[in-house]
């Protein structure tokens, strides 16, 4: 009984008007915020790796997952990139990991931009099988 009363008393509250929209305009910022950082993020590699290069930037994803410490969750961003040949040899893919994280890790408003927006860490992924964090 007493659950029902709180649950009305939570719904009454959240249909005034004025509280719908403080929550909603919070909301929209927060997405506002996080697709101008994408925009940016987007930005910032299609440039450096534009699709007439060997390495190629195709999409980013946000990633959330449980963590083993007291945080709960970890955030991070991979960053998906096209080579042009199937096979790297372990030089050639250790310098493509370093220059992509190097560009992204040196724009010191897009790492402010990646931390205020809760992310954890950056990882490169060149197929569906391996990441590779930056660090």
């Known amino acids: 009984m007493k659950t029902q009363s709180f649950i009305h008393s939570v719904v009454a509250m959240f249909s005034k008007p004025r509280i719908a929209n403080l929550l909603l305009g919070a909301l929209l910022l927060g997405a506002f915020n996080a697709q101008a950082v994408a925009d940016e993020l987007e930005a910032v ?59 992204v890790l040196t724009d010191y408003s897009l790492i402010e931009q990646l931390s205020n927006n809760g992310y954890d860490m950056i990882s490169v992924s060149f197929d569906a099988h391996n990441q590779y964090d930056c660090l």
């Open 45 to 103: 590699l299609s440039n450096a790796y534009p699709a007439q290069s060997s390495v190629v930037f195709v999409k980013h994803e946000s990633v959330v997952q449980i963590a083993n410490n007291e945080n709960g969750t970890e955030k991070y961003m991979v960053l998906d990139f096209k080579v042009d040949n199937e096979i790297l040899i372990e030089q050639q893919l250790q310098a493509s990991i370093h220059s992509i994280c190097n560009t």
